[in-house]
C-alpha cells in the first residue's frame, strides 16, 4: 500500500520537554489517530510535518516528498485546521474565499459554498460573532474547498459539543470516501478517534509509545480482572498497568501473554491510553 | 502574496472606517485652514498604523501558523509585510496630493514647491520609519515592539535638541539640500537592509 505519509526518527528538544524519535506512516486512504495526554508531544509534531518548527533530526515524507525541499508542493494539497480559528475576527466567510482563492491554485469556490451552506455557516457575518462550533466548521470548510488529499487536524473536535463533533466527523468519513483522501487527526478525545480512525498512534512523553491498526490494537489488547493475590502472582513484566479497587484489579496486558486466563474484557482505546499513562506502577 | 495584500486590507475593515473618518476630519481642516501641515502629519501617522494593526490582528488569530502551512513560504509572508506598508505609503501621499493640489491651485496658500517637497517628505518620513520599525515587529511582536517604536520615534528629536543645547550647529542649507538629493538612495538601501534583517529574523522563528 502506498504511503501518503512517512515520519521517521523526529528529534526536537525543548528546554523542559523533548520529542524523541518519533516515527509513524499513513497509508493512503487512511485515517490516523494521534492520541496522547496534553503536552505529550502530538502538537509539536504536527508542527514538525509542517514545517513550522525546525527539527533536531528525522525526517518527513508526504506524498513521496520531503516535506523541506518540495515544502510548497506539499502544501497545495494538504489542508489544515487548527484548534481555533486563524482568521481575524472582522472578516465574514465571504472575505476568507476572497483571500484563499488568491493563495490555492486549487480553490474551488462553488464548494466551498456548499460548505458554507450544508453548515448553515452566514457568508456575511462577522467572524467574532460565530460560535465555536461555527469558527471550527467554518475552518474546515476552507480547509475542504481547495479539494486537498491529505487533512492536517490539530485538536479539531475539542471544545464542541457532542452534536457538532459528530457532524463534523460525519464530513471526515465522507472526505475519506475518495479514495486518494487521508486524515491525520490530533485529539485527546478518544472516542472520536475510536469512532473514525482505521490506525491509531500514541504519543507519551515525547515518544511513540505504539502506532498500529486501530483493529489490532483492541484485538492485542485485554483488561484481565483478577485477585490482588492473584496480580502478585503474574509476571510483573507482562503488566501494562493495573488499578486496583476494593473488589480487586483491572490490569491492561497484551492477550498473546495470557492465553490461559479467563476473565479478560475487551479494552477500548481509552483503556489502553489509561493505563499506560497512568498505570506504570510496577 | 495576493491573497496575503487581500487579507490585511480585509482586517482593517473596522479601523480603516476610523482611519477615513479622522481623514476626512483633517481633510476638511486642512482646506479651511489652508494648512497642509496636520493632514500630512496624520497620514504619516496612520500609515504606521497600519501595519501595526494588522500585526495586532495577526497575532491574535496566529494566522502565521495558518499562513505558513498553507502553500506560502516565509519569503513572501515578510514581503507582503513591505508591499503592505509601501501600499498605504503610497495611498497616503495620493491622499495628501489631492489636498496638496487643491491648496496650490485654489487657495494659492502654498506654492507648488513646497507642496512637492511636503508630498516627498511624507513618503520619505513614513518609509523611513517603516523600515525601522517592520524589523523591530518580526523580531517583538506588537506587544514589545511598540515601546520600542515609541522610542525609536522620539529619539531623533530628543538627540537633536541635546546636540543644539550643546551648542552644536545644524548642517547648512547647503548640506541639507545635498543631503535630501542623496535621501531617496537612502531610503532605498535602508528599506532593502530593513527587508533582509526581517527575513532572517523570520526564517528563525518558530510557531
Known amino acids: 500500500m502506498e504511503n501518503v505519509l512517512e515520519v521517521r526518527n523526529l528529534t526536537k528538544s525543548y528546554s523542559d520537554f523533548r520529542l524523541n524519535n518519533v516515527s509513524f506512516t499513513l497509508p493512503k486512504g487512511c485515517i490516523m489517530g494521534l492520541v496522547g495526554e496534553n503536552g505529550a508531544g502530538k502538537s509539536t509534531t504536527l508542527k514538525l510535518i509542517l514545517n513550522l518548527i525546525r527539527r533536531e533530526e528525522g525526517e518527513v515524507k508526504i506524498f513521496g516528498m520531503d516535506n523541506l525541499t518540495q515544502e510548497q508542493s506539499i502544501k497545495e494539497k494538504i489542508g489544515v485546521v487548527f484548534d481555533e480559528s486563524s482568521f481575524p475576527e472582522h472578516m465574514h466567510a465571504k472575505d476568507i474565499s476572497l483571500v484563499m482563492r488568491n493563495i490555492y491554485k486549487t480553490w474551488d469556490q462553488s464548494l466551498y459554498e456548499d460548505y458554507l451552506g450544508r453548515f448553515a455557516l452566514p457568508p456575511q457575518k462577522k467572524l467574532k460573532e460565530y460560535s465555536r462550533g461555527m469558527k471550527m466548521k467554518l475552518a474546515i470548510a476552507v480547509a475542504l474547498a481547495h479539494r486537498p488529499q491529505l487533512l492536517i487536524l490539530d485538536e479539531a473536535t475539542s471544545g464542541l459539543d457532542p452534536m457538532v463533533r459528530d457532524e463534523i466527523l460525519d464530513i471526515f468519513l465522507e472526505f475519506i470516501q475518495e479514495e486518494d483522501n487521508s486524515i491525520l487527526i490530533s485529539s485527546h478525545i478518544i472516542s472520536d478517534l475510536e469512532k473514525i480512525a482505521d490506525y491509531i498512534t500514541f504519543i507519551h512523553k515525547g515518544e511513540v509509545l505504539f502506532s498500529q491498526p486501530k483493529d489490532l490494537l483492541l484485538e492485542e489488547y485485554g483488561i484481565l480482572k483478577c485477585s490482588h493475590e492473584e496480580l502478585e502472582r503474574l509476571d510483573k513484566n507482562k503488566v501494562i498497568g493495573y488499578r486496583k479497587n476494593q473488589f480487586g484489579v483491572e490490569a491492561l496486558i497484551r492477550k498473546a501473554n495470557f492465553k490461559d486466563q479467563r476473565l479478560i474484557d475487551p479494552a477500548s482505546i481509552e483503556d489502553i491510553m489509561l493505563y499506560y499513562s497512568r498505570g506504570v506502577r510496577k | ?207
Do not use: H
Open chain 2, 1 to 207: 502574496m495576493k491573497g496575503l495584500l487581500i487579507k490585511d486590507f480585509l482586517a482593517l475593515k473596522q479601523q480603516g472606517k476610523i482611519f477615513l473618518a479622522i481623514l476626512a476630519f483633517y481633510g476638511i481642516y486642512c482646506i479651511s485652514f489652508d494648512n497642509l501641515g496636520m493632514l500630512v502629519g496624520m497620514v504619516v501617522l496612520i500609515c504606521v498604523m497600519m501595519p501595526l494593526t494588522t500585526w495586532a490582528y495577526d497575532e491574535k488569530s496566529r494566522w502565521d501558523k495558518y499562513a505558513l502551512s498553507m502553500p506560502v513560504p516565509r519569503k513572501t509572508v515578510v514581503l507582503s509585510k513591505y508591499a503592505f506598508a509601501l501600499l498605504t505609503e503610497l495611498a497616503g501621499m495620493a491622499l495628501v496630493a489631492v489636498f496638496g493640489v487643491a491648496l496650490v491651485f485654489y487657495s494659492k496658500e502654498i506654492s507648488s514647491e513646497e507642496f512637492f517637497y511636503t508630498l516627498l517628505a511624507v513618503g520619505g518620513i513614513g518609509l523611513g520609519f517603516l523600515s525601522l520599525i517592520i524589523p523591530l515587529l518580526f523580531k517583538f511582536g506588537v506587544e514589545k515592539a511598540r515601546f520600542i517604536i515609541l522610542l525609536v520615534a522620539f529619539l531623533p528629536s530628543v538627540l537633536l535638541i541635546l546636540l543644539q543645547d550643546m551648542g552644536l550647529q545644524g548642517p547648512n542649507p547647503e548640506t541639507l539640500r545635498l543631503l535630501s538629493y542623496l535621501s531617496p538612495l537612502f531610503l532605498m538601501v535602508m528599506l532593502w537592509v530593513s527587508y533582509k534583517i526581517s527575513l532572517s529574523i523570520y526564517n528563525k522563528k518558530e510557531f
